[in-house]
């Protein structure tokens, strides 16, 4: 009998940044941009990775191709933790859930694999989900792009960025395991930094604020749960196949949505039900191809949960 820890591991996984949205607003009240607070949690995730692990950053510098997986899985979690701390929780996950349809196109271009016809399903099923969840309530007289919010742009280059770092991962999956997670949090720490400075240069963002007890106490339990969370991923994702972690994953848009209703009063129309719905179908149908796929490698394919 399968032992159910695998799979708690990833719900936890899921929970923890299903809830992200919360603390990070908490954050942004407080006086920290969530660009800052990118850099600072991911800053201090990182510092705790290299005190339980002080060689991994050897077998990081050895492998310079890890330089790409930094630069995918910081824009990832940039984009995500500015977009869902401004924007409608429900519609910045469903936009980011894009994933598995960018994955097809990228893996397609960088990987040499030529989609299926069932894939090219999910394509337009995907895609015609974001029709839904971005078309104006006044969708005849108005275009498809004008409701558009800086969250909803964000939220698109979350996910592309999120598909590029599984693709990344996919490529990469032969390096060690810490090289390739220390590539990630110093990627989300330095791109973070880089972002928050651009946008208070531009006047996009507040500067870094004085340090106060409130945000960093959050800041600091939100650096402790990213480990916690990848760990989790790590512990779930190579002991499952990769069907079932992407299924599992899904759970992440239950606990986002469920949560904005709860704690932010979201609404939830009937055209983003939609929407999300056929988004989702194409996430499902793409975890379910996998399960078919001959000879797959657990934890090589795309992961359909946060990885950073």
Known sequence: ????????ALLLNALIWGLSWWPLRQLHAAGLHPLWATALMYGAALVGLLLLRPGSWRSALAHPVLLLLALSSGLTNVAFNWAVTVGDVVRVILLFYLMPAWAVLLAWKLLGERPTPMALVRLVLAFSGVVLVLLPADGARQGLFTGLSLADGLAVLGGFMFALTNVNLRRMHALPGQA?????????????????????????????????????????????????????????????????????????????????????????????????????????????????????????????????
Request: proline letters at 7%.
């Open 1 to 8: 009998m399968r032992s159910p820890l695998p799979i708690l």
């Open 180 to 308: 390739r997670m220390l590539a990630m949090f110093a990627g989300c720490t330095l791109m973070g930094a880089a972002a928050a400075a651009l946008a208070w240069t531009l006047g996009l963002a507040p500067g870094l604020p004085a340090p106060q007890a409130p945000w960093l106490l959050i800041a600091g339990a939100m650096a402790l749960l990213m480990l916690l969370s990848n760990w989790a991923l790590q512990y779930g994702a190579t002991r499952l196949p990769a069907s079932v972690t992407s299924v599992v994953m899904l759970s992440e848009v239950l606990f986002a949505s469920v949560s904005a209703v709860w704690l932010a009063s979201a609404e939830l129309p009937a055209r983003t039900l939609a929407g999300g719905a056929l988004i989702l179908l194409a996430a499902l149908l793409a975890a379910t191809a996998r399960a078919r796929a001959p000879g797959q490698r657990i934890g090589a394919q795309p992961l359909a949960g946060h990885q950073g």
